[in-house]
């Protein structure tokens, strides 16, 4: 069965305290892993797509990167702005990208 | 439009009521997909709609959900017998524009309260 755990549910982090997020799945076939942002009330927003364990992707103070059971998002000296929930999804094999959805970090970052 | 649009953005009804909740993808974005939010869930998928190909059905919960999709654009799912489980935003995306990929982008959601 399909299974994606992030962790931690939650974290309180002030400003400029870096720190990194964890996304572990347990998925067949692999076609894709997927970040996204999601504010309270809206609808999620895209950050990275990671293709291949070893892969890195960079946005801002966000940095993604790929191994081959779990994806790191790493928030280096994050701002108050950057709170939010933060939601991984491992895209698998069956003709599309279907997503399966982990339950996400919600992140405070406190001044 | 330049991003997926949904319509309510907020639904309250009584149990046992049916509901139809609408979808605008991004113009010519061929794939369009459901999910459901529930409080403190990840994204449920429901399901997945790709140009005039059969949909992916097997995320619905229930026989009581059904979407379709006119021309190739625009979705509706509707819920009918709404039960109190129900309650949760439901989430459209499309994805498949000359430049994006396969990437998905939502839409800001439907918050349904069923009472």
């Known amino acids: ?52 364990a070893g892969e890195e992707k960079e946005k801002e103070r966000l940095k993604a990167t790929l191994t081959k059971k779990e994806s790191f998002l790493h928030i280096t000296a994050p701002k108050p702005e950057d709170s939010a929930t933060y939601l991984c999804a491992p895209a698998i094999s069956g003709g599309y990208n279907k997503l399966i959805f982990g339950a996400g970090t919600r992140l405070a970052v406190h001044p | ?57 097997s995320g619905l919960p229930s026989d009581r959900f059904s979407a379709e999709r006119t021309g190739g654009s625009v979705s509706t799912l509707t819920i009918q017998r709404t039960q109190q489980e129900d309650s949760a935003v439901y989430l459209c995306a499309s994805s498949g524009g000359e430049l994006a990929g396969d990437t998905q982008y939502f839409g800001p959601g439907t918050r349904l309260t069923v009472l």
Do not use: M
Request: with cysteine.
């Open chain 2, 1 to 57: 439009g330049a991003g997926v649009s949904q319509s309510p953005s907020n639904k309250v009804t009584e149990k046992g009521k049916d509901v139809e909740l609408r979808c605008d993808p991004i113009s010519g974005h061929t794939a369009l997909y459901w999910y459901r939010q529930s409080l403190g869930q990840g994204l449920e998928f429901l399901i997945y709609f790709q140009g005039n190909s059969a949909p992916d059905k």
């Open chain 1, 1 to 52: 069965e399909d299974q994606v755990t992030q962790s931690p549910e939650a974290l309180r982090l002030q400003e400029g305290e870096s720190s990194s997020l964890n996304c572990s799945y347990t998925v067949s076939g692999l076609r894709g892993l997927f970040w996204y942002r999601q504010d309270p009330g809206k609808g999620p927003e895209f950050l990275f797509t990671l293709y291949s």
